[in-house]
């Protein structure tokens, strides 16, 4: 705790000395930060690195003129010149009008308490016996071939964010990780590969790494096999861990910075029925031991739980003041930043509620349909909504999933996906931007 008050009197001897340099406004934050992360594969310990360091930025604001300057360097000479280059650099860029910090009035006044924090350090050696036993686990699965490996990691970060209009903030957040990435089959009848992990703020809270292996090398195994299909239209599910990639997808489309350079294809759906009735889509940023979760956002401004999608109506846009400014609204607090960027919109711990249908209820009527577990490719434009991604999955034949499907295309239009998206009640709070399985029908599988 000392040393996050320390981090906090430096930032505001900086925000001092920004103003007394000529800045009109300046806010500035500091990241102090550990981690440990390890490598292991075939039998042997691959990778073992340790890190520790930190970086400080100041933004500081002359007019409507802004300049943003970062540092690891937090000697008293290296500050002074850090105000120095910032202000020197604000009088000279081109006068944006959007910009600025909050006013008092907008700042919270009020924060919760959130578990984001373990306070226990993780040890290279735990590491090492978590990644072992996860590959060790995915390995033994009959099938499986060769191991990319396995990886285990901990960090924990100390932040520091202070402004000339009265906010202060600090907090510790930490986060662990395992992940396990192996091979089944041989030169012969072709090879796949698959991969499991798993993370949470909490060491303790992460899932066992023998389920991970298991589940990695079982994966890998069920893909053997694969088939191309013809081209076709037919009901797709999507597995729940690239189902979260279609909430992800409606972020970047309701994102305010976005909406604000009409590069979106919902710049006009605000308060209009974007997916069915029963899909709900909710953020909840007070979520405790929440991956993504932040008492107020990173200018200051309250935050809270609410529903993006209530029953299918698109609710709010995801707002920093800056969009906000640019939109003529209120700001949505969900501004994020690092110590070299200013702040921009970003959305907290997201999911897309579940459904009332189990998984093999909602596939149960399907004579013919994808299954898909895999996404490979970038292939979303939202400006258009025109998505098409490469798939890796199971074809669906009489509401049960057969043999095994690749190098295959799933394509369609976001603005009719969603509309047409029925969610299962298969959800897990895993990664912070989270979905249950759901099924889409009407798109076209390309493939032969």
């Not at 924090?117 to 072992?132: F, Q, Y």
């Not at 072709?190 to 703020?201: C, I, K, N, Q």
């Not at 972020?251 to 009735?277: E, Y």
Request: proline content about 4%.
């Amino acid at each position: 705790m000392s040393e996050t008050l320390a981090l906090a009197d430096t930032l505001t001897e900086l925000i001092a000395s920004a103003r007394a340099a000529g800045a009109d406004a300046a806010d500035a934050i500091v990241v102090d930060g550990a981690s440990v992360s390890v490598t292991y594969r075939l039998g042997k310990l691959e990778q073992l690195e340790r890190s520790e360091g930190g970086d400080i930025g100041l933004r500081v604001l002359i007019g409507k003129k802004q300049a943003i300057v970062s540092s690891a360097d937090r000697s008293r000479e290296a500050l002074k010149e850090l105000v120095d280059r910032a202000v020197a650099m604000a009088r000279t860029v081109p006068e944006d009008p959007f910009c600025g910090l909050a006013s008092a009035d907008q700042i919270a006044k009020s924060l919760p308490t959130l578990d984001i924090c373990d306070p226990a350090e993780v040890s290279a050696e735990t590491l090492i016996a978590k990644a072992r036993a996860c590959e060790e686990a995915a390995r033994a699965v009959k099938g499986v071939t060769n191991s990319d490996g396995a990886s285990g990691s901990w960090g924990r970060s100390r932040v520091a964010i202070a402004a000339s209009n009265g906010f202060m903030r600090t907090y510790e957040s930490s986060g662990s990780s395992l992940s396990v990435s192996v091979l089944a089959g041989d030169a012969a009848q072709g090879m796949e590969t698959d991969y499991d992990y798993t993370s949470a703020v909490y060491f303790a809270d992460l899932k066992r790494p023998e389920e991970i292996g298991i589940s990695a090398g079982t994966r890998a195994v069920r893909k053997l096999g694969a088939r191309k299909m013809p081209s076709t239209r037919v009901p797709i599910i999507f597995d729940p861990r690239v189902a979260r990639g279609l909430v992800s997808h409606l972020l970047g489309a309701i994102n305010g910075a976005s909406v604000a350079r009409g590069t979106t294809f919902l710049k006009d759906a605000m308060n209009t029925d974007v997916f069915g009735a029963s899909v709900n889509i909710i953020e909840d940023p007070h979520r405790q031991r929440g991956l993504r979760s932040k008492p107020c956002d990173a200018e200051g401004l309250p935050n809270h739980k609410r529903a993006l999608i209530d029953q299918g109506r698109l609710t709010t846009w995801i707002l920093d003041l800056r969009s906000a400014r640019q939109l003529k609204l209120a700001p949505t607090g969900h501004a994020a930043r690092s110590t070299g960027s200013p702040p921009s919109p970003s959305a907290t711990n997201v999911y897309l509620a579940a459904g009332s249908e189990t998984p093999a209820a909602l596939m149960a009527d399907i004579k013919e349909g994808f299954y898909v577990t895999d996404l490979v490719g970038q292939g979303v434009n939202t400006v258009t909504g025109d998505y098409s991604r490469g798939a890796v999955g199971f074809w669906i034949e009489n509401g049960q999933t057969s043999f095994a499907v690749s190098e295959v295309t799933v394509a369609g239009n976001l603005a009719q996906m969603f509309k047409a998206i029925r969610p299962a009640n298969d959800l897990e709070l895993l990664y912070g931007i989270d979905a249950p399985t759901v099924r889409i029908d009407g798109m076209t599988v390309a493939g032969t």
